[in-house]
């Protein structure tokens, strides 16, 4: 292992050891109980079971067969989730040939950042991944259950259900994944087309036809943004049943694997070889999951998402942990957007197993850890075939069949990863340096201020912005509005910056894995509502990013920097913020939210 994965491991370990322990023990005094029907009262136990069939209610409680628990994610408007409908049926299939039980334990929401993007709906995204957790946590709370399987792929669902799962620690648990969509019209090409909508060159028919091409069909969409980045963090932490990831949900394989994840899971809940997720998810599986997004240039969502995942296992990350990685791990894969392939070409040139076979040879991931299957992480260094009617895992080759989107530990990309911390006297915030040009690394502009991203739009609208600057975009933080994803920006600025212009935007908003090759300079923490420094910058004033060195200043006079207040909401903000489409159901989220930083935790 290389010295830095041990001392970032160390470290994590170190600060995280009071929370990871009252964790476990609390784990321990679960799983020690009585299983579920044994355990509740008789009326408990008949209204658990009341609408299975006769025989399913034998198996649960004369023979004590194994019953699983199934949370999904299905709904049938969301692409990646629509396939989802059949599975209920298939994995109770499979179970009952292994003698094994199975209820729907509950559904969670699931929305689409693509449906609501730019829309009041966008800023209930966030905190849909605190809702999808404690939904999850609402089916399981019948506590009959002896393992569940985690049906949800896109943005907020995995992290959510993850979580969720982790506060059900005590549980065997597998995620069953549906695929990604077929390849449609390619990622670049889908950009132009907005540039140019943005520009004026082209209508709303053409825009909405070149939308429709690439979106399509069932499965998640094929760039590389959070909902495939999720795909490849679980993989890369042993929760999937291994390469299970991007197959096609129409694909024969697909069901095969959903089958294989029932047996995986039952697999688990054996005395033989119990694994439930709260023991298997410790601070190497987290570091693990880290490194495989730094490896890929996956999401910025992440440096979110991941903080809460590992809080949820009593294990405590920040952005110095993902910094310290990302500048000793090599970048091993180019998808879009840090590429023009997309996931399918991934797939089809290694995809994950590629990349964490080479991580694990090169000692950049932790090969002695748990997983879902008996061979451990190794597991997922292979690639599963059909083999007669049947599945099979083969190992890959040792080269890729397409170096221009996946490469070998040993001639990377890039020797560092995809994603860089920056620091200075505007806070700390990310960028996903890996999709900027190298010569956009540095960007030293004037600012212009807005408070949202219809301000800007309607300056781009107007002529204004031909000219180098620094988008300030403020008051876009979890508290301020719940942090909606900013992605109605990225036309726009990529015209300018196509014109020559030096542009770049510093937020405390969210731009996440689709973030494009503009610089930007994300979640930028305290937030301006929790006086942070980015509420201080007035228009005029001169910005500094450097995602080489990892810095991000306001180039003021340091007493007059000191001196200045911070520019507060005000009420009309505040109350638009607040009300319409369900925004006034989330008010205590948005009250008690952590910093995004500390994972925008809701329920600490």
């Not at 540039?195 to 060159?201: I, N, P, S, V, W």
Request: proline share 5%; aromatic share 6%.
């Amino acid at each position: 292992m290389t010295q830095t994965l041990v001392e970032v491991t160390e470290r994590i370990r170190e600060r995280s050891a009071p929370t990871r322990k009252a964790y476990l023990q609390r784990l321990d005094q679960i799983i020690n109980r009585p299983r579920g029907a044994d355990r509740l009262g008789c009326a408990n136990v008949a209204h658990a079971f009341a609408a299975l069939p006769s025989n399913d209610k034998f198996r649960i409680v004369a023979e004590k067969a194994p019953h699983i628990g199934i949370i999904t994610a299905y709904n049938d408007m969301l692409s990646a989730h629509q396939p989802y409908e059949t599975y209920p049926d298939i994995i109770r299939d499979e179970a009952r040939k292994h003698g094994a039980t199975v209820q729907v334990a509950g559904g969670v929401p699931a929305m689409c950042d693509g449906i609501t993007q730019g829309e009041p709906g966008m800023e209930l995204s966030l905190f849909s991944r605190d809702t999808i957790a404690m939904a999850t946590a609402v089916g399981l709370s019948h506590d009959v259950f002896d393992a569940a399987l985690l049906l949800g792929v896109c943005d907020k669902i995995v992290p959510g259900l993850l979580i969720g799962a982790l506060h059900f620690g005590h549980l065997p648990c597998v995620f069953v994944p549906a695929g990604p969509m077929a390849t449609g019209i390619d990622n670049t090409t889908k950009s132009k087309v907005r540039e140019k909508y943005a520009q004026g060159l082209v209508g709303r028919e053409e825009l909405l036809a070149s939308e429709s091409a690439a979106y399509h069909g069932a499965g998640t969409c094929t760039f590389f943004g959070t909902a495939n980045s999720n795909q490849m963090l679980i993989e890369a932490m042993g929760l999937h049943v291994p390469g299970a990831a991007f197959v096609h949900p129409h694909d024969d394989m697909r069901e095969m694997l959903t089958r294989e994840s029932v047996k995986t899971v039952l697999s688990i809940t054996q005395k033989q070889r119990f694994m439930p997720i709260g023991q298997l998810v410790d601070e190497r599986v987290i570091v693990n999951a880290i490194v495989a997004l730094l490896a890929t240039g996956g999401s910025t969502n992440h440096l979110i998402h991941w903080v809460a995942v590992a809080r949820a296992a009593g294990i405590i990350i920040d952005w110095s942990d993902f910094s310290k990685l990302s500048q000793n791990t090599p970048l091993l894969a180019r998808v879009y957007p840090n590429g023009t392939a997309d996931v399918n070409q991934f797939q089809a040139a290694g995809g994950p197993s590629f990349v964490i076979r080479e991580l694990m040879d090169a000692g950049y991931m932790h090969s002695d850890v748990n997983s879902v299957v008996i061979g451990g992480l190794r597991d997922f260094c292979k690639k599963p075939v059909k083999s007669d009617n049947d599945l099979i895992w083969v190992d890959l080759p040792k080269e890729s069949p397409d170096d221009t989107i996946v490469r070998n530990a040993s001639r990377p990309f890039s020797e560092s990863g995809g994603l860089r911390l920056l620091t200075g006297n505007l806070g700390r915030s990310v960028i996903k340096s890996s999709a900027v040009p190298e010569d956009r690394q540095i960007i030293e502009a004037p600012a212009i201020v807005f408070n949202g991203q219809e301000e800007l739009l309607a300056a781009f609208e107007r002529g204004e912005l031909e000219k180098d600057f620094v988008a300030v975009v403020r008051f876009q933080g979890p508290c301020a509005n719940g942090m909606p994803e900013l992605h109605k920006l990225t036309p726009p600025l990529s015209v300018l910056q196509g014109k020559g212009y030096r542009v770049a935007i510093v937020t405390d908003g969210r731009m996440s894995g689709a973030s494009g090759k503009v610089p930007a300079a994300i979640h930028l923490s305290p937030e301006a509502v929790a006086g942070g420094a980015i509420g201080k910058i007035r228009t005029g004033d001169m910005i500094r990013l450097n995602a080489i060195v990892g810095t991000l200043n306001a180039l003021v006079d340091d007493e007059e920097w000191k001196s200045r207040s911070v520019a507060v909401m005000t009420e009309a903000q505040r109350n638009n913020n607040g009300h319409g489409i369900g925004r006034e159901l989330f008010g205590g989220m948005r009250k008690n939210v952590l910093s995004a930083e500390e994972g925008a935790v809701t329920w600490l």
